[in-house]
Nanobody, 123 residues
Framework: QVQIAESGGGLVQAGDSLRLSCAAS????????MAWFRQAPGKEREFVAA????????DQADSGKGRFTIYRDNAKNAIYMKKLSLKTEDTAVYYC????????????????WGQGTQVTVSS
């Protein structure tokens, strides 16, 4: 059973940078797509960014374009998301997801999910 663990969240100020990490254990996820979703208080979980298993293709929601960069390290069974110029509206619990679905990476059709890491951006 693959287990997912996120880290790197915290309390930061608007304009700061942060790097989230997601590590998979209990199995090799080299051939799995990996993604970040987030859920803000009172809102539904939404797609943030994803990277395909080979690392050559990524997808990203408009909210993070130009500010967030997603990348993976298959040797470490991990993905990362570097976030620049954080805004208060980026405040949310960020979840890492792993899956092997075909087609869009923006759906919730991932097999494994982490417990989430809280990111709070103050003004």
């Amino acid at each position: 059973q693959v287990q997912i663990a996120e880290s790197g969240g915290g309390l930061v100020q608007a304009g700061d940078s942060l790097r989230l990490s997601c590590a998979a254990s209990g199995g090799n996820v080299k051939y799995y797509h990996m993604a970040w979703f987030r859920q803000a208080p009172g809102k539904e979980r939404e797609f943030v960014a994803a990277v395909r298993w080979n690392g050559r293709s990524t997808d990203q929601a408009d909210s993070g374009k130009g500010r967030f960069t997603i990348y993976r390290d298959n040797a470490k069974n991990a993905i990362y998301m570097k976030k620049l110029s954080l805004k208060t509206e980026d405040t949310a619990v960020y979840y890492c997801a792993v899956g092997r679905q075909t087609g869009s990476l923006r759906t919730n059709s991932y097999l494994y999910w982490g417990q989430g890491t809280q990111v709070t951006v103050s003004s």
